[in-house]
């Protein structure tokens, strides 16, 4: 039988869990949208991600009172401390998420700029999203974490490329029609949210790695 601190635990990293999923289904979602051209996707993906950050402060809320209430030993301390972070990563993830498919609104519907950069917001997005499935995998799971947490540096390297690669073709295009250089400079803007959604994973990993095995706290 567990005690009411392990409970507690438990509920908590069941509750980050839950809201993690709803984030991984909205971003598939938002996959689907960019494949299809389909910006009512984006408004469904958006409607799903609106209550992340009030979950994510009820499961703050829970951690305090545990923090508070429950004489919890170092490994469950290193959890309640991990998961506080993990909340507020989900929450700016979930932000970058829905800040994506804002704009991507704009630009499916003006394929004129989309046709440019089709090809790598697609493989962005889809290596962040795989990022972010990872890292939340992990948070339940058994095993010591190290093989997820490389895998979603993978996914993060690969980011990184990419938007590197995104960035010098539209910096080529800007070179030749001055006349779209503010649409441009947003479109590069909208792919750094995917960026920064990969590196929130490496920090999710990282804090469960943290959570996990001890050691030294230290996401960036």
């Keep these: 039988m567990l005690s009411r601190n392990e409970e507690k635990l438990d509920k908590i990293r069941k509750d980050i869990e839950k809201s993690g999923l709803i984030i991984i289904k909205a971003g598939e979602i938002i996959f689907e949208g960019l494949k299809k051209f389909d910006a009512k996707e984006f408004e469904n993906a958006k409607n799903m991600l609106k209550n992340i950050e009030i979950n994510a402060n009820a499961i703050d809320n829970d951690i305090i009172t545990s923090l508070a ?120 803007s909208t792919m750094r949210k995917l960026e920064k959604m990969a590196d929130r994973c490496v920090a999710i990993a990282k804090l469960v790695l943290y959570a996990k095995s001890g050691g030294e706290l230290r996401l960036y």
Excluded at 72 to 82: G, T, Y
Excluded at 131 to 150: K, L, T
Excluded at 164 to 180: Q, R
Aim: net charge negative; no cysteine.
């Design 69 to 188: 209430l429950f004489g919890a030993e170092a490994k469950d301390l290193r959890s309640l401390v991990s998961y506080l972070k993990i909340t507020n990563e989900m929450v700016r993830i979930a932000d970058n998420m829905r800040g994506f498919a804002k704009n991507m609104t704009i630009y499916i519907t003006d394929a004129s700029y989309f046709h440019i950069f089709k090809e790598y917001a697609l493989q962005l997005y889809k290596s962040s999203i795989s990022a972010v499935a990872i890292a939340i995998d992990m948070i339940n799971s058994q095993d010591d974490g190290e093989n997820a947490y490389m895998k979603v540096k993978v996914e993060e390297s690969k980011s990184d490329d990419l938007y590197s690669i995104l960035e010098k073709n539209i910096l080529s295009v800007l070179g030749k029609e001055l006349d779209f250089g503010a649409s441009h400079i947003q479109i590069l």
